[in-house]
């Protein structure tokens, strides 16, 4: 089997946290760059962040920059995605994904949805007051 399994989603406050978890099973991800997406119902599939390889380059969506923060455990073969400061904006499936990039640790086009090798099935997440 090679799958993302992604978990942690669920309805929270505005102004509350949630960590997602992204894990990886029948290949590992030391020589993938991971993608976090979101669509919401209506919308189109947004780019929430990426995280190189090595984990040692990230970027960020204008629109959650400052309040969530993406980290990777090679060891765990798990990328995570720390969510702070959740608005009702932020109200969307969630999926992760890896792309193939070696051990440059560059982000490549993690941007483009098209790049990436495997995705996971989403794991939503619901802001309501």
């Known amino acids: 089997q090679l799958q993302l399994v992604e978990s942690g989603g669920g309805l929270v406050r505005p102004g509350g946290s949630l960590r997602l978890s992204c894990a990886a099973s029948?290949?590992?991800?030391?020589?993938?760059?991971i993608g976090w997406f979101r669509q919401a119902p209506g919308k189109e599939r947004e780019g929430v962040s990426c995280i190189s390889s090595r984990g040692g380059r990230t970027k960020y969506a204008d629109s959650v920059k400052g309040r969530f923060t993406i980290s990777k455990d090679n060891a765990k073969n798990t990328v995570y995605l720390q969510m702070n400061s959740l608005k009702p904006e932020d109200t969307a499936l969630y999926y992760c994904?890896?792309?193939?990039?070696?051990?440059?640790?560059?982000?490549?086009?993690?941007?483009?949805?098209?790049?990436?090798?495997?995705w996971g099935q989403g794991t939503q997440v619901t802001v309501s007051s």
């Open positions: 029948g290949f590992t991800l030391d020589d993938y760059a």
């Open positions: 994904a890896a792309y193939f990039r070696g051990r440059s640790d560059d982000l490549g086009n993690c941007g483009v949805a098209d790049e990436y090798d495997y």
